[in-house]
């Protein structure tokens, strides 16, 4: 009896699907300029974020509400009034410097103390200044098809999850970060994220 499934295989893939996969865990910047600034420059600027374990995650979420229409579904075309965007960069860094640590901690300064030789001391403080906003947090990652990177940019951000350091045996202490994006208090019409992708060869 003939099946009544058709066992011809169905795929999504094309000669050009191997070209758009994303590759390896990427690496996570600051103050990172497209256009201007590469991997390398970044590297040697010292604007990596430093080694990371376990990859990243990048998110933007739309926050907005149904408008209300006597006599009209709630879910009808046109009605979705999108209020704006969130977005959080992720990663969990295990290459510990005194920036690392300030950058985690958010509301904090990197010092010195005269009668400490040797040490740079990170003080937190009470408040979140603008200074503490770093301008982006930048993901770069491999495109297989492309000599070009994916660049993906969150504007205004700052760590906003706590700060937890967890030494243990037989592995390294990592600080997990969550970078959230911010409206600029002077452009509050642009989203706080915007994506380059490399344009197909």
């Known amino acids: 009896p003939m099946s009544i499934f058709n066992t011809k295989r169905m795929t999504g ?4 699907t191997v070209e758009h996969f994303v590759l390896g865990a990427g690496v996570f910047a600051k103050d990172f300029i497209p256009g201007t600034d590469t991997y390398e420059s970044a590297k040697t600027a010292g604007k990596l974020l430093g080694a990371t374990t376990g990859g990243g995650e990048f998110k933007a979420a739309k926050v907005g509400h149904y408008s209300q229409v006597d006599g009209a579904p709630e879910n009808t075309k046109g009605l979705y ?7 959080t960069m992720q990663a969990t860094v295990k290459e510990l410097t005194a920036d690392t640590i300030a950058a985690a901690m958010t ?19 009470s408040a ?14 491999r ?16 760590n906003t999850n706590d700060l937890s350091i967890q030494p243990k045996d037989n592995d390294e202490a990592s600080v997990q970060v969550i970078f959230a994006g911010h409206y600029d208090p002077n452009d509050l019409e642009t989203p706080p994220y915007k994506i380059y992708w490399p344009k197909e060869a």
């Open 13 to 16: 893939m094309t000669e050009k």
């Open 81 to 87: 009034i999108l209020d704006y965007w969130t977005t």
């Open 107 to 125: 509301a904090a300064k990197k010092t010195t103390e005269e009668n400490v030789a040797g040490y740079d001391v990170i003080v937190p403080k």
């Open 128 to 141: 979140i200044e603008l200074d503490d906003y770093t301008e982006n947090v930048t993901y770069i990652g």
């Open 143 to 158: 495109l297989v098809g492309s000599e070009k990177p994916i660049i993906i940019q969150i504007f205004n951000a700052f």
